[in-house]
């Protein structure tokens, strides 16, 4: 069910539709009903007691909270006597609470149903197979059809299946992360190792040709994350082949992408684009945003309340409607207040906790798989300083699970993968 959830949302346009975001909560809460009547079956009621899905909760809870009445507006406008809220769209806010705790009973799913060592290589090896496949087909139709997705749904700039090529890479930036992060540690068997190269230089490909400037810088920075970890971890001979394979996979997606005709690509990313007239810039969006944070610190706008809010503020031509914050960042302050900014904190905070146990273990397997996963949650919070990836279904749902595959890496399994005496060598401690 994790594996349909999954597919379903990245392929029917990363989930962003009421139809598809509805189809998705059915499949999460029947997933629920038969892990539910299992449980019954079985006598035996499994749950993960990790913290970091209490954030999520905490944020539904949260929004709630800004849309309760708290007295009425007052004076002699139209609006006299409706019930004042936090909240600067109600409506909104009330949607993204339930978003919320839909995402929370996913990662509440996943940490309870990742619980052996079989599922952790059944799921490492469908994202490498699925996301290989996907940037296949993303490649092959930005060379087709460059402005359809599927050849049916035109949009400016649609990469895969996604509306936006900035998501198209969040999504891929984090699936691509998982062979990366098996292939440095050398938890690939040998006979593997070529498909798993093969599948990651693919999807690096599909990364660059989407154009996406913060999915490359992404993606760099998280090769770079891979090396650094992986050299900290090694002994110096073979610190410095993880340098060179770190650079050789680097060459390789730019080979990859020059061969399927990306030149273009490649020069748009360096020289930049002209911004027309009346389009607001990031810069602006952030000023404008610091503003709405320093008039709303304590509680916020509302969770989705941002598009509203900042028709206040906004002193550009008012041209271009502006829903997020292009930096989830500052959009999580804006949104939640000081609320927003403790759950924030507390979350990274968890992350590098889990992380370091992970990383650390001693079952080479398993920690491919922590290091793919870490990598790729490095990338999307490197990421979401210049976009808005998460608030994408399909992006958050892939978040989710490599933060379940993190958390399930901490833990041993009766069915663990016994390492020969090279591969038993403890890493060093970072």
């Known amino acids: 069910m994790i594996f349909v959830i999954i597919t379903a949302s990245t392929l029917l346009y990363g989930a962003v539709h009421q139809g598809v975001l509805a189809l998705i909560y059915f499949l999460i809460t029947l997933t629920i009903l038969v892990c539910a009547a299992d449980s019954l079956r079985a006598g035996n009621l499994s749950f993960s007691g990790e913290p970091l899905q209490l954030i999520l909760y905490a944020a539904a809870i949260y929004g709630i909270i800004q849309i309760m009445p708290l007295g009425t507006a007052s004076g002699a406008s139209p609006l006299a006597g409706i019930p004042a809220t936090i909240s600067f769209d109600p409506f909104a806010t009330q949607v ?28 490492a090896a469908f994202i490498t197979i699925f996301g290989a496949l996907f940037a296949f087909f993303a490649i092959i139709q930005s060379l087709l059809s460059p402005t359809k997705i599927y050849g049916l749904l035109e949009r400016p700039i649609p990469f895969g299946s996604f509306v936006s090529r900035n998501n198209f890479a969040g999504w891929m930036e984090m699936a691509v992360a998982v062979p990366l992060g098996m292939l440095f540690t050398g938890s690939v068997s040998p006979d593997k190792r070529m498909i798993y190269i093969t599948a990651a230089v693919l999807m690096g490909v599909s990364i660059v040709l989407s154009g996406s400037r913060g999915g490359l810088i992404a993606l760099i920075l998280m090769i770079a994350f891979l090396v650094f970890v992986n050299y900290v971890q090694s002994d110096r001979g073979s610190g410095f082949l993880k340098i060179v394979f770190g650079l050789a996979i680097i060459v390789a997606i730019v080979a990859g992408t020059a061969f399927v005709g ?12 002209a911004v027309a007239e009346g389009v607001v810039t990031r810069p602006q969006i952030w000023r ?20 509203v809010a900042y028709t ?12 997020q914050a292009h930096n989830d960042y500052l959009q999580v302050v804006s949104d939640a207040g000081v609320v927003g900014l403790v759950l924030g904190l507390a979350f990274l905070i968890l992350v590098i906790r889990t992380g370091r146990k992970a990383i650390s273990t001693d079952n080479l397997e398993r920690r491919g798989f922590a290091i793919g996963a870490l990598a790729g949650i490095f990338a999307t919070l490197i990421h979401s300083i210049f976009d808005f990836n998460l608030h994408t279904t399909a992006v958050a749902l892939l978040f989710l699970t490599l933060l379940a595959i993190l958390v399930a890496s901490c833990s041993p399994y009766a069915d663990d993968a016994i390492d020969d005496k090279h591969r038993r060598r403890r890493p060093r401690t970072t």
């Open 288 to 307: 404008t945003t610091i503003e709405m944070i320093e008039d709303n610190f304590l509680f916020g706008v509302g969770l989705g309340g941002y598009g």
């Open 312 to 323: 206040r503020y906004d002193k550009a031509s008012g041209f271009e409607r502006v829903e």
């Open 96 to 123: 993204n609470a339930l978003h919320f705790f839909a995402l929370g009973l996913f990662f509440t799913l996943a940490l309870s149903l990742i619980d052996s060592a079989s599922r952790l290589r059944k799921l």
């Open 262 to 273: 990306g030149e273009n690509t490649l020069t748009r990313i360096s020289e930049g684009e």
